[in-house]
Structures are given as C-alpha cells and as structure tokens.
C-alpha cells in the first residue's frame, strides 16, 4: 500500500509566479490535511479538506491560498502570486477518518526567489 | 485552543544513552501522535497513542490522558536517531487537526 505521495518534491518559483502542490492520499483515506513547516519551526495545519469538501480551513492565509480536493485526482494546494514569505516545507496528511493517526508524505519544499 | 508544549527542546546525548522526552497538553484530547523528522526531513510516524503505553523496537511510549502528558523513551540511542522529535494532538472539540509542537532536537554523538 502506497503512502501519501506528494509532488514535486522541490518547486522554484519566481515573486508572482503561481505555485501548484499535488497531494495523493494513502488507498482508502478520504481525509486530507496541508501542513506549513517554516525552517527551524513546526507544523502549522493550514486546512482538511474530504472530497469535494472544505472541512476547516482556519490555518490557510486569507489571500493567495486555496486548496481543494475534487472526486476524482489529487488534492491540490495552490498560492498564487508567491512571495518569499511563502518559502516552506508543505507537507500533506491523509486518514481514513476522524480519531484515526494521519499519515504523512515526504512534503514538497517551496522556494520562491 | 489546544497548547501544546513538549521538553527538552535541545537534547544532546552519547551513543548508547538513554532519553526521555516529554510532551504537555493544556486540554483533552482525541488523538495523540509521535513523529520523527529525520535530517532529510521526513516526517516518520512513531505512535498513535491517545491513551495507554506502546512499545516499538527500542522506542516506546505512555499517555496518560487524565493528567495530559505523553512521554517517549528512547533506549540505547543510536546515531540515526538524531533529528526532531514532535508530538501533536487533536483536541476534543476539534474537526481532526493535528497540532503540533514545536518538538525536541535530538543529536546523538558516536
């Protein structure tokens, strides 16, 4: 059973550039979660989303940002018009259901120039 | 919402020694987690432990969820154990967010 795969891996992106993270959960989770590490910091929840649905996005920058996880593909975590602020590590998480350990991929690390 | 704290945040120890690492939360919790981020920065699960002790390897682990606190223990530490160790939580009230902590730096000397 495949873990949580997220791509690419590394993205650079210029200032204004758009920046598109792909996330596919474990077989069998419907529940997804992005995560922002910044360097020497933990992670901060950005949003959960199940299919189709935005569950809490409490954690996700008012501008710029916005996530979605259709019915059929990927989740996907988009931020528009990137700043250098927006350099991070972006993980994703994924489980089959509320109360249950989420898992995490190998996150895809930003780098905005 | 939820705090959560853990300690030490630096942990220097020689090959072979023994740690214990701790983890406080300011309220009840559904889940409870133990991540190793290695040098690479992979996030490797460790244990899902809301309440109860696990055991795993050289590593185990104990909730005590009435007076909220975990611990993780480390025997016979080896090199390849260095990296930063997170707990996180879900609280009760919540959708099924993790929260972090800002975790312990572990490095192990040979």
């Known amino acids: 059973n495949a873990g949580v795969m997220q791509n690419p891996r590394h993205l650079v992106r210029r200032r204004g550039q758009e920046a598109r993270l792909r996330c596919s959960p474990m077989?069998?989770?419907?529940?997804v979660y992005w995560y922002r590490q910044l360097p020497e910091e933990g992670l901060k929840f950005m949003v959960y989303?199940?299919?189709?649905?935005?569950?809490?996005e409490s954690g996700m920058p008012k501008e710029r940002f916005s996530a979605e996880f259709p019915k059929e593909g990927p989740s996907i975590l988009r931020i528009q018009q990137v700043v250098r602020g927006d350099s991070a590590a972006y993980f994703c998480?994924?489980?089959?259901?509320?109360?249950?350990?989420?898992?995490f991929g190998n996150g895809t690390r930003l780098t905005v120039t | 919402g939820i705090q959560v704290e853990q300690s030490p945040p630096d942990l220097i120890l020689q090959e072979g020694a023994n740690s214990t690492l701790r983890c406080n939360f300011s309220?009840?919790?559904?889940?409870l987690q133990w991540f190793h981020q290695n040098p690479w920065g992979q996030l490797i699960n460790l244990f899902y432990?809301?309440?109860g002790t696990k055991q795993n390897g050289r590593l185990s682990a104990t909730t005590v969820a009435t007076e909220r606190y975990s611990l993780l223990y480390i025997s016979s530490s080896q090199t390849t154990d260095s990296g930063v160790y997170f707990c996180?939580?879900?609280?009760?009230?919540?959708?099924?967010?993790?929260?972090f902590g800002k975790g312990t730096k572990l490095s192990v000397k040979p």
């Open positions: 998480a994924s489980s089959p259901g509320i109360n249950s350990p989420l898992h």
């Open positions: 077989k069998g989770h419907s529940h």
């Open positions: 989303l199940q299919k189709e649905n935005i569950i809490d």
């Open positions: 309220d009840s919790v559904n889940n």
């Open positions: 432990i809301p309440s």
């Open positions: 996180a939580v879900v609280d009760g009230g919540s959708q099924g967010n993790l929260i």
